[in-house]
């Protein structure tokens, strides 16, 4: 197998529950899939050239986010240069297997770099109302929440599933619509 049969692409606001979401599919698929993350070669190559912790980073606690608009504002420059930077070494360092899981996709460019590149997409968006997020550690932070990076996908038309996460019957019923999908898909 050279690629993925399908790759679901997660996007959705901070705390909106996509991690959650994609590690509830990986304990339904096991092997069948792997959770590929953007944020992880753009966090081990921001942790290198700033001498910073990376499993840190890659928690969802307080370290992240004292870094969060730093971070930022570093990948936009990396980006500038080459829109498909982070996808393609996110792409390169995971392991082929039928379905993955594409944690969070952030912007029109990252969607784009995955049309390029490969066949069977379903592009999804993640839901939940803005006082859930907060009891879920959500801050509106200016330079996180108003930038490209929070925002630029808010105008994005073309969802294959929009789902709501606002608790565990809309999570169980999102894994449920999402592993249908899937299944369906690859069939
Ligand atoms: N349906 C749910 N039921 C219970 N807890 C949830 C649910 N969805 C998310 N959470 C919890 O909310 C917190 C934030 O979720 P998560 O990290 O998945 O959000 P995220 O969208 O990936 O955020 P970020 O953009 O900051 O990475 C986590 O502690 C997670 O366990």
Redesign the pocket.
Known sequence: MQNPKIILLFS?K???????ICEQIKNILKEECEIVRISGPLKKLYAKNHQLDFKELMG?GPYKEKYRIDMINWSDEVRSEDPGYFCRAACKDAKITPVWIVS?IRRKTDINWFKENFKNLCVLR?YAETDVRIA??YKYTEGIDNVVSECDLDDFEHWDLQLS?N??D??KKAVEQIIAITSERIK
């Open positions: 959705g901070r705390k909106s529950g996509k991690d959650f969802d969070d993640i879920r550690g996460n608790n565990s809309e999570s």
